[in-house]
């Protein structure tokens, strides 16, 4: 991928909400939320300026653009803190992400891994981070191998309210994963 395919993040605003929405109606993005075929609309229809406007410290999102063009999002969070303790009993010094692309054709272009990449140096730059959890569908085979090539491990299956999830989690002591060797 050249330079112009360079990926930069920025804070989500809610003139993003728009375009937020629009992504909730692609085919991937439905898949990656829900694995009920009738879905029409990706996380049962968010309220995204109610939802970003309701950004804190601890649960924000950000956005990623590449020349200036909006090409995905990503959301972090503290699981310890964030008010909707949607994972439950789970100890401090982590942080939980999730993240998609929005526009179908920037899917498998090496966007994703950017991101990635750039969230996981943003959230183990904090000192007293030590691990990042993700929460895929089970049924989400692409998104466990782009996490594996990450360095995200299997910790289990467990279900989220309806979803069938599959939890992975990366350890700071585990990261940056090594280069692959060169073939010589
Ligand atoms: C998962 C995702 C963020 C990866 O970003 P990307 O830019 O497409 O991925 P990259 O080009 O950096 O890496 C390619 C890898 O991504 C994964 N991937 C590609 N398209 C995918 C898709 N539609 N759904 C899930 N994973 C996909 C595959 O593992 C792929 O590797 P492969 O070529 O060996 O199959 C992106 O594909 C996406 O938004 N998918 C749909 C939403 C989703 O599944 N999000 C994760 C929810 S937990």
Redesign the pocket.
């Known amino acids: 991928m050249g330079l112009s395919s360079q990926v930069t993040l920025r804070p989500a605003t809610i003139a993003d909400a728009l375009m937020l929405a629009s992504w909730d109606r692609e085919p991937?993005?439905i898949?990656?939320s829900s694995d009920d075929p009738e879905a029409e609309v990706a996380f049962g229809g968010i309220e995204w300026t109610t939802e970003i406007a309701g950004s804190t410290d601890d649960s924000h999102y950000v956005i990623a653009e590449v020349a200036g063009v909006p090409v995905?999002v990503t959301h972090v969070c503290d699981p310890h803190t964030e008010q909707t303790h949607y994972w439950g009993e789970i100890e401090p010094g982590l942080r939980a992400i999730?993240?998609?692309?929005g526009p179908p054709e920037?899917?498998?272009?090496?966007?994703?891994?950017?991101?990635?990449t750039q969230m996981i140096e943003r959230c183990f730059a904090a000192p007293d981070v030590t691990g990042i959890v993700?929460?895929?569908?089970n049924s989400?085979t692409?998104?466990h191998?782009?996490y594996r090539?990450l360095g995200f491990t299997i910790v289990g299956r467990r279900r989220f309210d309806e979803d069938d999830c599959l939890v992975m989690r990366l350890e700071k002591a585990d990261w940056p994963v090594p280069a692959r060797a060169s073939p010589v």
């Open positions: 991937h993005v898949a990656c995905g999730d993240i998609w692309i920037w899917l498998g272009r090496g966007v994703g891994t950017q991101m990635m993700i929460d895929p569908l989400n692409g998104a191998r782009f090539r």
